[in-house]
């Protein structure tokens, strides 16, 4: 069985930074792309940033720059470094990872619980 966990929201104000971390715990045979999405009230789920298994990253446009999505393999961790937040990037946070649990099958979808971010004008 396969479980996100997230950690790191709260309430900070315009300007100010958060960290998320995202932890994997588990079985599986290889862990693939894994990233942060968010969902606003009202509003769809969208991706903020993804990072491959090699590390590399990729981001919306709206927080390049100021966000960095970061891997550690070793701990199965990924973090996400929230500078100069802005009060439209409220949200609940969520991490997904794409995960084979098998040496014969194929990546799956995981998702976290999810950790609510704030941003105060």
């Known amino acids: 069985q396969v479980q996100l966990v997230e950690s790191g929201g709260g309430l900070v104000q315009a300007g100010g930074s958060l960290t998320l971390s995202c932890v994997a715990s588990?079985?599986?045979?290889?862990?693939?792309?894994m990233g942060w999405y968010r969902q606003a009230p009202g509003k769809q789920r969208e991706s903020v940033a993804s990072?491959?298994?090699?590390?590399?990253?990729n981001y919306r446009d709206s927080v390049k720059g100021r966000f960095t999505i970061s891997r550690d393999n070793a701990k199965n961790t990924i973090y996400l470094q929230m500078n100069g937040l802005k009060p439209e990037d409220t949200a609940v946070y969520y991490c997904?990872?794409?995960?084979?649990?098998?040496?014969?099958?194929?990546?799956?979808?995981?998702w976290g619980q999810g950790t609510q971010v704030t941003v105060s004008s």
């Open positions: 997904n990872a794409q995960i084979i649990t098998t040496s014969w099958g194929w990546a799956s979808d995981y």
């Open positions: 588990g079985s599986w045979f290889s862990i693939q792309d």
């Open positions: 990072i491959t298994k090699a590390g590399s990253p």
